[in-house]
Antibody, heavy 119, light 109 residues
């Protein structure tokens, strides 16, 4: 069974930093691209970034480019999101999601998410 | 920045059929945008229903189907069940980036 478990969500002050992690199991991690998606309270889904299977290709939404960095450790089967210069509007639920291919097509399996509060 | 638009809300009767659409501010939605559809119920993570316009996962109920309808992507629910009441989001690929739609709240009533 494919499982994704996010962790690292906290309450942080504006301007602060936070690192989210996503531990995975049940699939060959380095065969797939991975995503981070967030959802502000009561709002819709927002795609924020994508990393290819080998980490060589990374894409970011305009809202986080230059502040957030996506990375992965294929040996540890884990995905990360380094968030710097946090803003109040970064508050929300953060999901990691597995892609259906290695280079980035779209999500098939999602984690349960972790909460980030910037206040 | 590109905007993906969906109907804010739709209502369908139990057993009825409803079609949700997904439009793109840059122009027509095509198969090259690899449309995806997701379902999200309150307090839960999203689940993926449709990928690459019309492909289904093993867990996707047969009553859901994806297509292109004119200049938009579409998700059709045929034979709505009470458990289908949820928020639905589309996702389009655009120059390497991904953009979610604004979401549609579907009520089964």
């Amino acid at each position: 069974e494919v499982q994704l478990v996010e962790s690292g969500g906290l309450v942080v002050q504006p301007g602060g930093s936070l690192r989210l992690s996503c531990a995975t199991s049940g699939f060959t991690f380095d065969d797939y691209a991975m995503h981070w998606v967030r959802q502000a309270p009561g709002q819709g889904l927002e795609w924020i970034c994508l990393i290819s299977w080998d980490g060589r290709s990374r894409y970011y939404a305009d809202s986080v480019r230059g502040r957030f960095t996506i990375s992965r450790d294929n040996r540890k089967k884990s995905l990360y999101l380094q968030m710097n210069s946090l803003r109040v509007e970064d508050t929300g639920f953060y999901y990691c999601a597995k892609d259906i291919v290695s280079t980035g097509d779209g999500m098939d399996v999602w984690g349960q998410g972790t909460t980030v509060i910037v206040s | 920045q590109a905007v993906v638009t969906q109907e804010p809300s739709l209502t369908v009767s139990p057993g009825g059929t409803v079609t949700l659409t997904c439009g793109f501010s840059t122009g027509a939605v095509t198969s090259s945008h690899y449309p995806y559809w997701f379902q999200q119920k309150p307090g839960q993570a999203p689940t993926t229903l449709i990928y690459d316009t019309r492909k289904k996962h093993s867990w996707t109920p047969a009553r859901f189907s994806g297509s292109l309808l004119g200049v938009k992507a579409a998700l059709t629910l045929s034979g709505a069940q009470p458990e289908d009441e949820a928020d639905y989001y589309c996702l389009l690929s655009y120059s390497g980036d991904k953009v979610f739609g604004t979401g549609t709240k579907v009520t089964v009533l």
